[in-house]
């Protein structure tokens, strides 16, 4: 009588082993759980979906959706395909779990700000950015220091000095070497007004620089002691593991395999125990009162962030593995 349960226990045991030695690193654990390119782009989409909850609100997902099919295993034998359907999105939630232990743990580092673009100014008036920084010396006198305003300046003497030389010089000018003339000083104008700006876009640059450093700074994400919540992704990992792995002795094993499902069913609060302690320890983190409105913002913040950090590693992996 007992032996499938012994069988189905060591199945749960060995799996897990499995997993988590593989789960050391990114490439390690994705040879391991073997998600095709379309499975892993397919994951991405379904995080970005999670727009209300962010990662906890796909986590919730996969977990409900697995779990209140096996209510009727309390009646009736599942169906193979309808078990194994649930096989891939779990391998999924694996993924996820056990990618966001990564980046908590350092071993994935987060996404680095991305260098401010120059922003374009080819086709700016001259006269709108000479009254910009006229703008700015009146609001800060100390502007003026800056070596692109100074280099903007320098740049609009010799304009004002090349344009006093050719009004000088016009009155003598052939009627048919004027038109040579204009060409000739309007290349040097030219020149000048290149020069003014690509010292804005210089200036233009630093500040957006400046200004992406300070929200860098500012992110709570990169604030909060991450590491803390390792060991919870571990256990949620652990535990969704036995759920896989018990999905899948029953597909292969289909004698006396009811109870096991049935089991699983029952322990649905404490799978979504796992996610509301996750939420909680996020409301610790962000160091304010656990009930308190802001802290549950702050929670719901960082389960945002995670999101991102998590479609941008899975995305990658899906690039990688399409090129192999």
């Not at 499975?39 to 959706?65: C, D, H, P, Q, W």
């Not at 099919?69 to 034998?77: F, G, M, P, T, V």
């Not at 673009?117 to 800060?140: F, G, H, Y």
């Not at 450093?213 to 990169?222: I, N, P």
Request: charged share 30%; proline share 5%; aromatic share 6%.
């Amino acid at each position: 009588m007992m032996e499938p349960m012994i069988e189905l226990e060591k199945r749960i045991s060995g799996d897990w082993i499995d997993l988590r030695e593989a789960a050391a690193d990114l490439y390690s654990l994705q040879d391991f759980l073997k998600l095709p390119a379309p499975a892993l782009t397919e994951l991405a989409s379904a995080l970005k979906l999670a727009v209300e909850g962010g990662e906890l609100e796909y986590k919730e997902s996969v977990l409900r959706s697995v779990l209140n099919s096996l209510e009727s295993a309390k009646y009736q034998s599942l169906a193979g395909e309808d078990i194994d359907a649930h096989l891939r999105p779990l391998e999924g939630l694996l993924l996820v779990i056990l990618v966001q232990k990564l980046l908590c743990l350092g071993v994935l580092p987060q996404a680095r700000p991305k260098s401010p673009e120059a922003p374009a100014t080819e086709d700016l008036d001259v006269n709108l950015i000479l009254k910009d920084i006229r703008n700015r010396i009146q609001a800060n006198p100390e502007a003026q220091k800056h070596p692109a305003v100074k280099n903007i300046y320098l740049q609009l003497a010799l304009y004002q000095k090349e344009k006093q030389k050719m009004e000088e010089l016009r009155p003598n000018i052939k009627p048919d070497k004027r038109a040579t003339f204009q060409e000739n000083f309007q290349g040097a104008f030219e020149q000048v007004f290149e020069s003014i700006r690509k010292n804005y876009a210089a200036l233009l640059t630093e500040e957006a620089a400046r200004a992406q450093e300070a929200r860098s700074q500012e992110d709570l994400f990169r604030q909060l002691p991450l590491k803390g919540l390792s060991p919870l992704l571990t256990e949620q990992a652990r535990e969704v593991s036995r759920l896989r792995s018990t999905l899948a002795y029953t597909l292969e094993d289909k004698y006396k395999t009811r109870d096991p499902l049935v089991r699983l069913y029952q322990e649905k609060p404490f799978f979504l125990k796992l996610l509301e302690r996750e939420e909680a320890v996020y409301r610790q983190l962000c160091r304010g009162p656990e009930v308190s409105a802001a802290a549950r913002e702050c929670a719901l913040q960082v389960s945002f962030r995670f999101r991102e950090e998590l479609v941008r590693v899975i995305e990658r992996l899906a690039r990688s593995e399409e090129g192999r």
